[in-house]
């Protein structure tokens, strides 16, 4: 065969044996920067997105840090909300709201969330725009790079990568800020005096963002992302996407402004690479839908933007369904999406309902197992009982305690009420007295706590009263 292919002046194919490597080396992205609609767009989104993390820590609300998910003190502060570890079912309806809501998106408008909301998409942003100030455009980077080292590339490669440093660890610190007291914390960082778990997690995430958006960039999305791997699933031809129309550009070419092109048989696309130069993955959307394509719509800017100046019409690259661009109707809403819209509605509303009725106490009663029961001297059969009163309220609150499902039943050893203040959880036993012969074997009881102050503040717990 390899002399066959010989005779005819053609290499035979390398064989794993003849030394030649199969390993390409991976060539550095350079994306071209564009203006266009969708690239303002998208600076807004990144703009909004970093200024909410980098912001949120530092924000006060009525003397406390507004977002803080303070874990060893198990208490998740959002705004003028705190969360419990018995309230982690909201935390499960948030996420299940995000799952639900980027199934939905992706339905409708496939990787949208790549291209203007996922982390490695917006920081990457972050970090190209240091690289481009630093560096220069496109073409300066690139030749910059092949350029051997002198006092400028030298000048502009540390300045780069002291920038880089600097928002990374900033990133870092701010991340670490949403588990911490970020004043503390940042002033034990910048003193030099941050130690154990918070510096460990502080230098862990900012070597990460460093790693990702500094250096391996597109290739998170291509070879690590699992979305990336699945998203097809959630496509159908009616999905909007990102699309070069063939049948419009096709047979590309270079030409002439004062050519017809038509006459020459060309399509509408000039083959100027310009889409491809745009693209942060190093794609080219004119091979069709890739799953390395994250929806960015840099590739859209960089065609309309060549469209206007040869003067043909735009959307040669553009958002478009399969079904429209083979001239059939498309359809938003479809059983897929009113399914995940219908979902959305239903969980959202039942989860902000039950987080406006949250009741803002917590009772637990633990039944004190040391001893069934006793019998006192005054026939009375007494149960004791170990309460824990959690006052997820920031007020403080004034409560007292009653019980009831047994006939005759009162309390023993219980003050008539007690005060809480805002987030303590207060402990107490408490003995529940029942006539002798009032009930055999065991019974239900309620405990009922109400604040004094605010009936509407109020908890129903139910124990098991064992009786002979």
């Known amino acids: 065969m390899n002399a066959q292919l010989r005779m005819a002046g053609e290499a035979p194919p390398p064989s794993p044996g003849d030394g030649t490597s199969f390993y390409a080396k991976h060539a550095k992205v350079h994306p071209r920067e564009v203006d266009g609609r969708f690239d303002r767009l998208r600076r807004v989104a990144v703009f909004v997105l970093l200024g909410l993390f980098y912001v949120l820590p530092w924000l006060k609300w009525n003397g406390h840090q507004a977002v803080l998910f303070d874990l060893p003190a198990r208490k998740f502060w959002l705004f003028g909300l705190v969360l419990w570890p018995q309230d982690f079912i909201f935390l499960t309806w948030i996420l299940v709201l995000a799952g639900l809501s980027l199934f939905f998106v992706t339905a409708l408008a496939g990787r949208l969330f790549c291209g203007y ?35 400028d590339k030298i000048a502009r490669k540390t300045a780069k990568q002291a920038a880089w440093l600097a928002l990374a660890l900033w990133t870092g610190l701010s991340f670490v800020g949403f588990f911490a007291p970020v004043g503390p914390l940042t002033h034990d960082f910048l003193t030099l005096s941050l130690a154990g778990w918070p510096l460990f997690w502080t230098l862990f995430y900012g070597a990460a963002t460093y790693a990702n958006a500094g250096y391996m960039r597109e290739q998170v999305c291509k070879y690590m992302c699992p979305y990336a791997r699945f998203q097809s699933a959630m496509f159908d031809r009616d999905t909007l996407i990102i699309t ?32 491809v130069q745009a693209c942060p993955t190093g794609i080219d959307i004119r091979e069709g839908l890739q799953y390395e394509c994250i929806a960015c719509a840099a590739c859209i800017d960089a065609c309309d933007s060549v469209m206007d100046r040869v003067g043909y019409p735009r959307g040669l690259v553009r958002y478009t369904t399969q079904n429209a661009l083979e001239g059939r109707p498309s359809r938003l809403l479809r059983p897929r999406t009113l399914v995940y819209a219908t979902l959305l509605a239903l969980i959202f509303a039942a989860g902000l309902g039950g987080l406006l009725m949250r009741s803002t106490v917590g009772l637990d009663v633990i039944r004190d197992r040391n001893a069934l029961y006793r019998e006192t001297e005054d026939n009375q059969i007494e149960n004791v009982y170990n309460l824990r009163v959690l006052n997820k309220d920031q007020a403080a609150h004034t409560f007292a305690l009653a019980v009831s499902g047994i006939a005759g039943a009162r309390l023993e050893g219980a003050p008539a009420s007690w005060r809480v203040e805002g987030g303590e959880v207060y402990s107490l036993a408490v003995r529940v007295a029942v006539p002798s012969g009032a009930i055999r074997g065991g019974r239900t009881i309620r405990f009922e706590l109400t604040a004094t102050d605010a ?14």
């Open 117 to 151: 909301a996922c982390p490695q998409t917006v920081w990457t942003e972050a970090f190209v725009w240091i690289e481009r100030l630093a560096e220069g455009d496109r073409a300066r980077r690139i030749k910059l790079d092949r350029a051997p080292w002198s006092v």
């Open 244 to 275: 070069y129309d063939a049948d419009r550009g096709e047979p590309r070419g270079p030409r002439g402004r004062t050519v017809d092109y038509k006459a020459k048989g060309l399509g509408d696309c000039i083959d100027c690479t310009l889409c």
């Open 455 to 468: 009936p509407a503040v109020r908890a129903v717990e139910k124990a098991r009263f064992i009786a002979p």
